[in-house]
């Protein structure tokens, strides 16, 4: 009798995205008229940079000849790939990368949910509340949790809360933790890390030879030229941190799928009876196992995404999110809200007014002004009475929020 | 303390084809003047079809315009692709499927090593004996299974032999099974299953409750009109199988990545207690998790191969491979060698000369003919004494190798 993993029954039936979509594509069967604009789940809207259009088309064209024809690539991804993020993501910050620290994938959230098989099932998780779904279902269903308890944490999960009190930095675990998720420009709370807040971590990481999973997929939205993109800006950060980086938001790659995990050959988990063993070989194995690397052509695209030009026209599209970010902010400020986030992030996290509930502000806000936004409570117990707003709208669209909402003020 | 995944270090080092691709390389580092041919790693060599091509510059232009711009696309894959593929590959063989039954991915590989994770820890799983390898591999990492034994099998694993002996038809597993992974035309042999074997299997897992996951990457090879393409061909298999298959070796998308698994609505695993749980739902929650869906793009471009035009193409493309196949079979067993498979599947698999072992030969060929094959060995403890070859190489490589292996029989 095949039996089912019982883990996966501890989740709810819906992934919180998938449980939006479903919500609003109700609210459209009963409101077809009805415009709908979303600063809900934070995807992009901008075209490709045209310098990755010509790369991509480019590489088309090589795969419809045999002398130029690539069939499976290395499972680590592209040398020319893996080379070029070092030299533009790394090196300008004083970091230098071996070329198998870095192995490309097709999102950071694959990454994200898949790193954890590597580890074993007694380790203890801690993550920010709130926190993007993906670390804390992932290890629920491979069993490193208890039930879900009706705010919707799990039982064994170190909960960290980032609240406007604390500045939305959390401070480190009380609870002994091993595995610790970090995510900075935050999703959803658009607050950023100082290197001082990031050295804290990495001393304490190594003080209880536990990880830190790095999720700097906002890296490119950081404009602050002090706050650290990269975790191995700090000292002895290769020895306890993975980072994850992705061409989603960076180069609007979401609907094109390439992203890359750098595990630095000095990062050690451990035995059970606590001797060493190097971590990257063991992800090499498993995505040599598991996965079979990107589309040549789409590692072609993130390559010239990353080239001179490629790099000034992507740019030029972030700084467009980035001025909507600030529009709304000032905008929802202007109405009398409390907004964080938008600064160095695409999201602005906002206290829904008068005590509401996250959810019951999504449905007014859909209702009253036909606008998505994401629930906080979708991420975590201390998300409850935030929504976060993406800024990744056209800004057509985002003119037509601004409208709506200072209509519904008047 | 961050511990690891122990069941990892129960499998050596290097994935098979890893470990092929590391002693080729120093075979090129000995010998740089030698003009190595490939007839090992599966790996495709002829372009793209033109209609895909076509779609695929269409998609990327799409993607360079506000207007047409895909973001995240849907989890399972879009309907575009969806309705493409059972109008093609299912209903002329009477077989009906629901759209929401297909879940498009990024290879059938990482469907296969991804789908046990929605599975209990306590299933017994069964294997055809040779085997591709990654249906154990994955298995091991999930800790499905005990120690490595020297001869490369897993203590905990049902192995089912396939030799001459029994037509490489596993006969139904003695001890009980939960999970077994069959594969037609299966790769290495080269062997079909009848339909009335195939009705066996359907007939022992509805018995048994357990499922068959059904690999089908080969299913466009198959010439024999008699020969089942579909699982779903065989009565009730609906509530027992998950069928996976790709577009890597129909159209030639092994660097581009596209795959599809049907999940029927119908097909059932179980709680400890022996009641039914739907698995759709779980393997749909799985992805919508773990994985994001596949490039816009690859879509397209996987739709226009299932078109009349594409899918005319892509024939001629299988044509060839499968000419080559009938030349290699041809010429080895004028040498007096024993070769089985090459008719319905594009892998011949042939018995080495005089009782060599299957590494032995695979350097024996490296050394004297600088034609690379893949060691039956490698495959499971019953291949060893065969070697497969793969038929897709170019016309001019196949030419290469005849002239090669005759050279050396003279």
């Not at 806000?365 to 629930?375: E, G, Q, R, S």
């Amino acid at each position: 009798m095949a039996t089912i993993n019982e883990h996966f029954l501890k989740l709810p039936a819906n992934y919180l995205f998938s449980e939006i979509r479903k919500r609003v594509r109700d609210f459209r069967t009963n409101h077809p008229e009805a415009h709908i604009i979303s600063l809900g789940i934070g995807d992009v809207t901008q075209p490709l940079a045209p310098a990755v259009v010509a790369a991509m088309k480019r590489a088309v064209e090589e795969m419809s000849k045999q002398e130029t024809f690539h069939g499976y690539g290395p499972w680590e991804g592209y040398n020319f790939l893996r080379e070029a993020i070092i030299k533009r993501d790394f090196n300008p910050r004083g970091v230098e990368l071996d070329l198998d620290e870095v192995f490309i994938s097709d999102g950071s959230k694959c990454d994200l949910a898949n790193l954890q098989e590597v580890f074993g099932p007694d380790n203890v998780v801690a993550v920010a509340d709130p926190v993007f779904p993906v670390y804390v279902d992932t290890n629920v269903m491979a069993g490193r949790t208890g039930e879900r308890r009706e705010n919707g944490q799990y039982e064994g999960i170190i909960y960290m809360p980032c609240t406007p009190g604390n500045d939305f930095t959390p401070e480190l675990p009380g609870t002994h933790a091993d595995l610790v998720y970090l995510c900075y420009p935050n999703n959803p709370t658009g607050a950023v890390a100082t290197k001082e807040a990031l050295e804290t971590w990495i001393n304490h990481a190594r003080e209880h030879r536990s990880i830190i999973l790095f999720d700097a997929a906002y890296a490119a939205y950081i404009a602050d030229p002090a706050i650290p993109q990269s975790i191995y800006e700090i000292e002895g950060a290769k020895e306890v941190a993975v980072e994850f980086r992705s061409f989603s938001k960076s180069a609007g790659f979401t609907g094109i799928r390439c992203a890359y995990t750098v595990v630095p050959k000095d990062l050690q988990a451990y035995h059970g009876d606590g001797s060493p063993v190097a971590v990257n070989p063991l992800w090499f194995r498993r995505q040599s196992t598991k996965f079979n690397s990107v589309s040549y052509i789409t590692q072609r695209g993130a390559a010239a995404a990353l080239g001179n030009e490629g790099w000034k026209q992507c740019q030029q599209t972030i700084a467009t999110y980035m001025r909507s970010a600030d529009r709304l902010c000032k905008a929802f400020t202007n109405l009398g809200y409390t907004v964080y986030g938008g600064t160095d992030a695409p999201y602005i996290w906002m206290e829904t007014p008068d005590g509401q509930s996250s959810w019951d502000f999504f449905h007014w806000l859909l209702d009253k002004a036909h606008v998505v936004c994401t629930p906080g409570s979708g991420f975590g117990a201390a998300g409850e009475g935030f929504v976060r707003l993406s800024a990744f709208a056209t800004p057509a669209n985002v003119d037509g929020v601004l409208e709506r909402i200072e209509e519904l003020a008047r």
